[in-house]
Nanobody, 124 residues
């Protein structure tokens, strides 16, 4: 069983930066592929970024490439999402997710564990 807790959301101005964190209570955290997704009202949850078991593999949605950076600290069971050059379109609830099988998939069904989400609001 994996429990995920996100933190770091809030209100930020366009062009600003914010870093999200997600801490996992998992015995084998280093085996998990970890991902970030986001969702706005009335829309499906969409993939944002993912990081492989040792941080060597990362993948990003086209909409965030060059602006967001995902990383992990296996010693502290934590992943991060550094978000720069934020736009109002980045406003969403951001969810941390874990794939217990360590796959390189950006599809929602690949992730069996989810956090409760943290709101990021970007004002123009």
């Amino acid at each position: 069983q994996v429990q995920l807790v996100e933190s770091g959301g809030g209100l930020v101005q366009a062009g600003g930066s914010v870093t999200l964190s997600c801490t996992a209570s998992a015995f084998a955290f280093s085996r998990l592929t970890m991902g970030w997704f986001r969702q706005t009202a009335g829309k499906e949850r969409e993939f944002v970024a993912q990081v492989g078991w040792n941080g060597g593999y990362t993948n990003y949605a086209d909409s965030v490439k060059g602006r967001f950076t995902v990383s992990r600290d296996n010693a502290n069971h934590t992943i991060y999402l550094q978000m720069n050059s934020l736009k109002p379109a980045d406003t969403a609830v951001y969810y941390c997710a874990a794939d217990q099988y360590g796959r390189r998939s950006s599809a929602r069904p690949a992730y069996g564990y989810w956090g409760q989400g943290t709101q990021v609001t970007v004002s123009s």
